[in-house]
């Protein structure tokens, strides 16, 4: 079955680092890949997404590109900020699947120091 | 502004008590989802519904029950019969057809056996 394999955490960066978090999945055909962002005490947020291979998907500095060949999908920010702490969770949805099939990894927390 | 409402945030229960989480939206979204979350775990998700007056069992459906008599409102109950009920619980929504594949997540009750 589907699947989603999380760098694990928990990750602490200094204010400014360059951040990247690591997401491979196993699936048929092509999925689409998400990221979502648990802040402390919140549900999830959409944070990106991309629905095809090569597609990147950008939002609040956070990038990740769709990588079919290597079945990954890593997020990357250039330069965190305390404000960025949180739990990030890497998701698939199978091809012509409804969100009813989406797979989660096991999230990976991240906490920035000033 | 529209949204997914979840209340309680915090409930503490004794073993043997049935618990009923509520969850409203407001985003004229068809489909109603409930998830499990568990410390360093991903998302699991317990039941789901599509339409009104109909509901499919997730993958831990064990232990809990639902009902979805109103498009808005997809209430979750925890039964006595779940065995290890201490969690954080998300509702979530979605438009349903095609390329609807993204969720929308209210902020979560944390429920607490004693």
């Known amino acids: 079955g589907d699947s989603v394999t999380q760098m694990e955490g928990p990750v602490t960066l200094s204010e400014e680092a360059f951040l990247t978090i690591n997401c491979t999945y196993t699936a048929t055909g092509y999925p689409s890949l998400f990221w979502y962002v648990q802040y402390p005490g919140e549900g999830l947020q959409l944070l990106l997404k991309?629905?095809?291979?090569?597609d990147k998907g950008s939002n609040k500095g956070f990038e990740a590109t769709y990588r079919k060949e290597t079945t990954s999908f890593h997020l990357e920010k250039g330069s965190v900020q305390v404000s960025d702490s949180a739990v990030y969770f890497c998701a698939l949805m199978a091809p012509r699947g409804s969100a009813r099939q989406l797979t989660f990894g096991s999230g990976t927390q991240l906490t920035v120091l000033p | 502004d529209g949204g997914i409402t979840q209340s309680p945030k915090y409930l503490f229960r004794k073993e043997g008590q049935n618990v009923t989480l509520s969850c409203e939206q407001n985003?004229?979204?068809?489909?109603m989802y409930w998830y499990r979350q568990d410390p360093g775990q991903g998302l699991r998700l317990i039941y789901y519904s599509q339409i009104v007056n109909d509901f499919q069992k997730g993958d831990i459906a064990e232990g809990y029950s639902v009902s979805r008599e109103k498009k808005e409102s997809f209430p979750l109950t925890v039964t006595s019969a779940q065995k290890n009920p201490t969690a954080f619980y998300l509702c979530a929504s979605s438009a349903t057809g095609t390329g609807a594949n993204v969720l929308t997540f209210g902020a979560g009750s944390r429920l607490t056996v004693l």
């Open positions: 991309a629905t095809k291979a090569d």
């Open positions: 985003l004229n979204h068809d489909a």
